[in-house]
Every structure is written in structure tokens, then in C-alpha cells.
């Protein structure tokens, strides 16, 4: 149990152009989702927090205007990456939590490339 | 100063060794570790989860604690070839619903 899917698994886009990327918990319903960024050898580090229904709250330096995220199921939570650059290029990851639960589980990631 | 340090590695070692992968961190604030196991071009596995001070044991795996020293430990036996992967550390506050700061991550690799 606990599966988080996302889609696209890679995508490349040209400079200037939006893209959407989808995560969803598959068998749990996700109170919390957690999109974070991964660079080539480097942590993880956390750009939003999501809540079922709300606004979702960004981390210092996260451009929330660039970078808009919706989560208005239980199960899917969007990531738009809005005008890309190529310093947009990464590794996207998102995480869900189940209310009540403390643990997050990760979905496989969402290899972007922006040309 | 980050608030959690790990060596990057990468880490080399062969098949049946015992691995010592290790954080530390600064923020006393935080009561809750974890280790997550990821595979290239994949998204983190929990693989330990520990609260108190201590060793817990998995099979394979034992994560040790030590909150006086802010130190924490992952042990792997018998490692495996399988067992190469990014190991992150992770941790977070007292509030049980707080973010996760994760390590930079250690690539180990085990050879056969």
C-alpha cells in the first residue's frame, strides 16, 4: 500500500513555456503533499507544502507565482512550472502524508528539462 | 552551518562488508530520523524510522541515535550490490506533522 504516482516521468520543454506536473496518492487519501526539488548529486529540498483544499505554503525563495501548485483532491496534487527557464531543469519530487500519519511517501520523481 | 551534514561520499565497498553511514546535525529541535534509501532517477524508500536515543534494528539495518552528541548512524550487514543507492537522512521537529530536513545523501556502492 502507500503508492504515489506521478506524470509525467520526464518532460522537455522549451524556454517560456508552462508545464504541469501530477502527483497522486493511488490507495490513501493525502491530507498533506510535499513538492520538493532535487539537483544532480544534492538533497532534497522542500519548495511547497500542500493541504487538501487550501493554499499551499511556500519555502523562503520559492517563487510561488512561477511555481503554482493545486491540491484540490485528496489524491492529486498539480505542480506548474510557469514561463520555464533552463535554471528550471531538475529532478521533482513529491511526497504525501495521510492525516494522522507522520510518514511521507515519496513518489518516483519527475525528471524535467527545460531547452 | 547546514542544519544536517552528510558526507557525500561516494562510499565503495565490497559485497558482505558492514556499511557506517552518518549525520550530524545542529538543531536541537529535532526529535524524529529517518533513513531513506533512493535509487537513481528514483524517488526515496523510508527504511528507518527512530524517535529515542539508541539503536533499532531492521533485519539488515540498524539506525543508531545519539541526541547528546547530534549524531546519527545507519548500519548495513552483508551488504549487498543491491544495496547501492543514495542513502538520505532526514529529520524533523517535535510536532509530529513538521517538514522533513533531509542530508545531502551518501552513494554507496557495493561491489561483488
Known amino acids: 500500500g502507500a503508492v504515489v504516482s506521478q506524470h509525467p516521468s520526464r518532460v522537455i520543454c522549451k524556454s517560456g513555456t508552462s508545464v504541469k506536473i501530477e502527483c497522486r496518492s493511488l490507495d490513501f487519501q493525502a491530507t498533506t503533499m510535499f513538492w520538493y526539488r532535487q539537483f544532480p548529486k544534492k538533497s532534497l529540498m522542500l519548495m511547497a507544502t500542500s493541504n487538501e483544499g487550501s493554499k499551499a505554503t511556500y519555502e523562503q525563495g520559492v517563487e510561488k507565482d512561477k511555481f503554482l501548485i493545486n491540491h484540490a483532491s485528496l489524491t492529486l496534487s498539480t505542480l506548474t512550472v510557469t514561463s520555464a527557464h533552463p535554471e528550471d531543469s531538475s529532478f521533482y519530487i513529491c511526497s504525501a502524508r495521510a492525516w494522522g500519519s507522520y510518514e511521507q511517501y515519496f513518489g518516483p520523481g519527475t525528471r524535467l528539462t527545460v531547452t | 552551518q547546514k542544519e544536517v551534514e552528510q558526507d557525500p561520499g561516494p562510499l565503495s565497498v565490497p559485497e558482505g562488508a558492514i556499511v557506517s553511514l552518518n549525520c550530524t546535525y545542529s538543531n536541537s529541535a529535532f526529535q524524529y530520523f529517518m533513513w531513506y534509501r533512493q535509487y537513481s532517477r528514483k524517488g526515496p524508500e523510508l527504511l528507518m524510522y527512530?524517535?529515542?536515543?539508541g539503536n533499532k534494528e531492521d533485519g539488515r539495518f540498524t539506525a543508531q541515535v545519539d541526541k547528546s552528541s547530534k549524531y546519527i548512524s545507519l548500519f548495513i550487514r552483508d551488504s549487498q550490490p543491491s544495496d547501492s543507492a543514495t542513502y538520505l537522512c532526514a529529520m524533523r521537529g517535535g510536532t509530529s506533522y513538521g517538514k522533513l530536513t533531509f542530508g545531502q545523501g551518501t552513494i554507496l556502492t557495493v561491489h561483488p
Open positions: 527512530t524517535y529515542s536515543s
